[in-house]
């Protein structure tokens, strides 16, 4: 049984430039959502989706961050232009209704 | 934003004996549920209990919930090695099907052999 799977596991890019993470959710779970964690701040909830529908965006830091969900299967979360303070761990996490989320190994960031 | 609070911040035990990590959250909840994080992947859900519920066990972790004081308790008994990780308190308050969840700051537990 595949866990949520992250893409890609490691990204380092200069600043400026865009930067896509993927996300795969476990099949059948209906809700995903999008963490950033840093030393700093923790763990933080982005964005959230319900049915591939975005319900929560006020975790989004600026304009410079979106995120799509086109199907139930896929999800993005991208960062133009990205900057150094972007660098973190990024999380995705799924769940189906009220259970716990599963989360993926996350996509550890470094912009430079 | 993080509405848990945790502590200690870090913890260092020996192997066999038992850890304790608290939480503290600010507004009411459905539930809270404890999270654990090895080094270098993503949280793994442990244990959840709910608003009506005072105590709870799973295995060797005894998770305990005071919603008079917002606060929150996670016992680890007869810890071992493999136990050494991060732990986070989640907190959801949410309403609606989407369930979504405030973490704490965590709390990093060391078990030496």
């Known amino acids: 049984d595949a866990g949520v799977i992250q893409s890609p596991r490691h990204e380092v890019t200069e600043m400026g430039q865009e930067v896509t993470l993927r996300c795969k959710p476990i099949?059948?779970?209906?809700?995903l959502f999008w963490y950033r964690q840093t030393m700093m701040r923790g763990l933080e909830l982005l964005i959230y989706?319900?049915?591939?529908?975005?319900?929560?965006d006020s975790g989004m830091p600026e304009d410079r961050f979106s995120a799509k969900m086109p199907n139930a299967s896929f999800s993005t979360l991208k960062i133009q232009p990205s900057e150094p303070r972007d660098s973190a761990v990024y999380f995705c996490?799924?769940?189906?209704?009220?259970?716990?989320?599963?989360f993926g190994d996350g996509t550890r960031l470094s912009i430079l | 934003s993080q509405q848990g609070e945790e502590d200690p911040q870090a913890l260092s035990i020996q192997e066999g004996e038992n850890a304790t990590m608290n939480c503290s959250y600010k507004?009411?909840?459905?539930?809270l549920q404890w999270y654990r994080q090895n080094s270098g992947r993503g949280l793994v859900h442990l244990i959840l209990?709910?608003?009506?519920?005072r105590e709870k066990h799973s295995g060797r972790l005894r998770v305990t919930l005071d919603t008079s004081k917002k606060s929150s308790s996670l016992l680890i008994t007869a810890s071992r090695a493999a136990d050494t990780a991060s732990y986070f308190c989640?907190?959801?308050?949410?309403?609606?099907?989407?369930?979504?969840?405030?973490f704490g700051s965590g709390t990093q537990l060391t078990v030496l052999p």
């Open positions: 989706f319900n049915n591939n529908v975005p319900i929560d």
């Open positions: 507004t009411s909840i459905n539930n």
């Open positions: 996490a799924s769940s189906f209704e009220q259970t716990p989320q599963h």
């Open positions: 989640a907190t959801d308050g949410s309403s609606g099907s989407a369930r979504q969840l405030t």
């Open positions: 099949s059948g779970h209906n809700s």
């Open positions: 209990i709910r608003s009506n519920e």
